[in-house]
Nanobody
Framework: QVQLVESGGGLVQPGGSLRLSCTAS????????MSWYRQAPGKERELVAT???????NYADSVKGRFAVSRDNGGDSVYLQMNSLKPEDTAVYYC?????????WGQGTQATVSS
């Protein structure tokens, strides 16, 4: 059974930081491109950051310079370090694992940026 379990969300003030974690089980982790998506209330889910199986990293323009994605293949985990957070970063953040033939999602973790 495949599971992606996110953690690390919470409430933080503008300008603060959060570190999200996603640990996978039931997959051969290093074969998968790993991504973070987010969905704010009333909006569509959007891609935030990707780290491919080969280590290539891409970010949405809205988070470049503030967020950093990394992966630990030995620990079957992917991380999202979020700095200089803004109220518009408030969303449920989802972990995604993808190959050419299959795709899995985590249950999401809420990050709220508010004073």
């Amino acid at each position: 059974q495949v599971q992606l379990v996110e953690s690390g969300g919470g409430l933080v003030q503008p300008g603060g930081s959060l570190r999200l974690s996603c640990t996978a089980s039931g997959i051969i982790f290093w074969l998968y491109d790993m991504s973070w998506y987010r969905q704010a209330p009333g909006k569509e889910r959007e891609l935030v950051a990707t780290v491919t199986r080969g280590g290539t990293i891409n970010y949405a323009d809205s988070v470049k310079g503030r967020f950093a994605v990394s992966r630990d293949n030995g620990g079957d985990s992917v991380y999202l370090q979020m700095n200089s957070l803004k109220p518009e970063d408030t969303a449920v953040y989802y972990c995604n694992a993808k190959t050419l033939v299959e795709e899995y999602w985590g249950q999401g973790t809420q990050a709220t940026v508010s004073s």
